[in-house]
Every structure is written in C-alpha cells, then in structure tokens.
T-cell receptor
C-alpha cells in the first residue's frame, strides 16, 4: 500500500520567514495530494491540494509543488504569521484507492 | 449548511461500558472514514466505508465496529471501553471521484476511566 513520509516533524521560524515542509510517497499510482492544517483543539482543514497533472499550485501565501518522477511534494508558506502556527499534514491517494494516506504531521511554530 | 456532525463532542465513561459515537454528514458523500488521533499526533485510519452496507477495517487495529445503513450516517461502537481507548475520534467524508476533497468532523474526545 501507499506510504507517505513527512519532514521535518517540527519546524520553528521567525515571523515573516518562509517555511517548507516536504513529503515523499511510494505508490506511483497516487494522483491526488492534499495538505491539511490542524490548529490546536480543532479539526484538520484542507488548505491546498494538487493533482498529478499539475506541477505547482499557489493560493496567496501558500504553494505546493509536485515532482512525480521523484515522488515527492512540498508545501511552501511565505511571509509566515503567528496564525500559521499549527500541525500540517500531507496526504496522498489515487487510482481505485479512495483512502488518504497521511504523513505523520509537522508542528510549525511561528515566533513573533 | 452542509457539514459533518459528531456527537457527543466530549465523553467520560467508565471501563467496560458500551458506547456509540455518532457521525452524520449532509454533504451527500458516499465515502466516510473514522480516524483515531491523540492531540497533535498522527491520524490513524480505523474504519472506512465506500457506501451503504460497505465497511472495511483501516490501517490501525481497533476493537471498535461500524455500520453504514444510511448514506449520511456512520456510527462507531465500542462494546467494552478500556482506558487504552482514550483518544480523539474524527469522522470524515469525501466527495466521489478521483481527487475529491475530504472533510473532517469536529471530533469526539473520549476519556475512559
């Protein structure tokens, strides 16, 4: 089955800096890669996703890149703000598999 | 408003009790999932369903059971709760089609004493 590895497990940045979280996946049939943000005590919420026919997608300060050949994808957050502090999860799914396989999460702390 | 609802939100029960965690969605999704998560930690898939009368065990072994008699309803039952079941349980549903967005419910925080 699919295996998703996520790094780093914790990331601390200064407000205004950029943050990058990386994930690798094992199943070449995977074609959908969402990123979720989970604030303390709240449910995970989708912040951006990318499908395998696209190499990059941006939404304001957030961007995701996908390298299908290397089987890795990354989340980029620019101009970080304290409200970006949360746990971020990457995930992958595809083919006839409708289950999302999640990475173990990255705790991002943005220091004012 | 289309959403996923979970009840109760918080539950404290004694060891050996039978409990059912409720999950309902008004999004019209066929696919529904249950995850177990300790605060801020990994999301462990414990059960999923691709439609009415379809249920499968997830990646994490669980002593719970589920049923899917109606599209919108996916309850999870623990026949005999133990302290090791103390955790947060998140229900989710996903749109049909490849790449459909998955939405999570607000969760049930279970404490077994």
């Amino acid at each position: 089955g699919e295996n998703v590895e996520q790094h780093p497990s914790t990331l601390s940045v200064q407000e205004g800096d950029s943050a990058v979280i990386k994930c690798t996946y094992s199943d070449s049939a995977s074609n959908y890669f969402p990123w979720y943000k989970q604030e303390l005590g709240k449910r995970p919420q989708l912040i951006i996703d990318i499908r395998s026919n696209v190499g990059e997608k941006k939404d304001q300060r957030i961007a995701v890149t996908l390298n299908k050949t290397a089987k890795h994808f990354s989340l980029h957050i620019t101009e970080t703000q304290p409200e970006d502090s949360a746990v971020y999860f990457c995930a992958a799914s595809g083919g006839s598999n409708y289950k999302l396989t999640f990475g173990k999460g990255t705790l991002l702390t943005v220091n004012p | 408003e289309a959403d996923i609802y979970q009840t109760p939100r918080y539950l404290v029960i004694g060891t050996g009790k039978k409990i059912t965690l409720e999950c309902s969605q008004t999004m019209g999704h066929d696919k529904m999932y249950w995850y177990q998560q300790d605060p801020g930690m990994e999301l462990h898939l414990i059960h999923y369903s691709y439609g009415v009368n379809s249920t499968e065990k997830g990646d994490l072994s669980s002593e719970s059971t589920v049923s899917r008699i109606r599209t919108e309803h996916f309850p999870l039952t623990l026949e005999s709760a133990r302290p090791s079941h103390t955790s947060q349980y998140l229900c989710a549903s996903r749109a049909t089609g490849i790449g459909g967005e998955q939405y999570f419910g607000p969760g049930t925080r279970l404490t077994v004493t």
